[in-house]
């Protein structure tokens, strides 16, 4: 996770957090037991900035970080080459997929997934934007939801949205906004534009501090990588948004096993008959 997170964030990082980065990049072997107060002395920043770059990364304890550190891989180890053959692109880009799912998994407490899940579970209905291909993740998530017999409405036109919005009830509803950098103005204009209507507001993005988690009530983090010198980081970073989209569905299913299971059964036999 430490290797893909540096790399993602690292443009928005303060000029101490990059110092703590570069130092552990290039420290990871020299690590075994040190303190965030070692740490601290060593660079000459303060602890609790220490403690605060532990946190951005996704690290609940300074610890589980210096762990991370120590056994994480190079980028230049897991870069696909020209050269590579098949065998190799399907094992680095494997490793890649982990990377981007491992993030989501350290990055998130769990408890923003429950509480994301118990709005949807009392929703009456569900809006799940997406813009440009985040739609493809908004849709996927609409239809994942409207197997559990969940009422849910995908969109991606920005007026169709709003128009959407406006019909749900805000003591009940819920609008979803998926975006995997979290800047783009259509994003945020539909989070701002719910939030004006007091109905509340679920994002999923990136894991880093951006516009559109200021304006959610809740916020899924996901890694966005903008490198885009080759398909492979924006690869991961949709492996690691549909691992997220996944990971709610189970935890709505969860809330309600007896009430789900019987919708989703339902929804495949229909699916089935109507193939037939």
């Known amino acids: 996770m430490f290797s893909a997170t540096v790399k993602s964030m ?6 101490a957090e990059k110092k703590i980065a570069d130092y552990l990049l290039v420290n990871r072997g020299e690590l075994a037991d040190m303190t965030s107060y070692e740490l601290a002395e060593r660079l000459g920043v303060g602890q609790s900035t220490v403690i605060r770059f532990s946190k951005k990364m996704g690290y609940r304890m300074f610890g589980e970080l210096i762990e991370d550190v120590q056994h994480a891989k190079g980028s230049v180890e897991s870069e696909i080459e020209p ?3 098949p065998f190799e692109v399907l094992s680095k880009l494997g490793e890649q997929y982990h990377g981007f799912i491992d993030a989501v998994v350290k990055s998130n407490a769990g408890d923003n ?10 929703a009456s209905t569900v809006v799940c934007y997406g813009y440009l291909n985040s739609h493809i993740l908004a849709e ?21 949205a709003k128009r959407r919005i406006l019909m749900l009830d805000p003591t009940r509803d819920v609008v979803i906004v998926i975006s995997k950098s979290g800047e783009k103005a259509e994003p945020v204009g539909i989070a701002e534009y719910a939030q004006s209507l007091h109905i509340p507001v679920i994002s999923i993005s990136d894991a880093a501090g951006n ?9 899924l983090k996901i890694l966005e990588d903008d490198n ?19 990971a709610l569905t189970m935890c709505i299913f969860q809330l309600d096993r007896k009430r789900y299971q019987k919708s989703y059964g339902e929804s495949l036999v229909a699916a089935f008959s109507a193939r037939r």
Request: proline content about 4%.
């Open 10 to 15: 690292y443009p928005k990082f303060s000029m």
């Open 83 to 85: 050269e590579d053959a």
């Open 113 to 122: 997934f429950d509480a994301a899940a118990r709005y949807i579970n009392r």
């Open 140 to 160: 996927y998530l609409g239809d994942s939801l409207v197997e559990l017999g969940v009422q849910a409405i995908s969109v991606d036109d920005f007026v169709q």
């Open 211 to 219: 516009s559109l988690s200021k304006k959610s009530d809740i916020h």
């Open 228 to 246: 885009r010198s080759t398909p492979a980081p924006a690869m991961g970073t949709f492996a690691g948004v549909l691992f997220a989209l996944d």
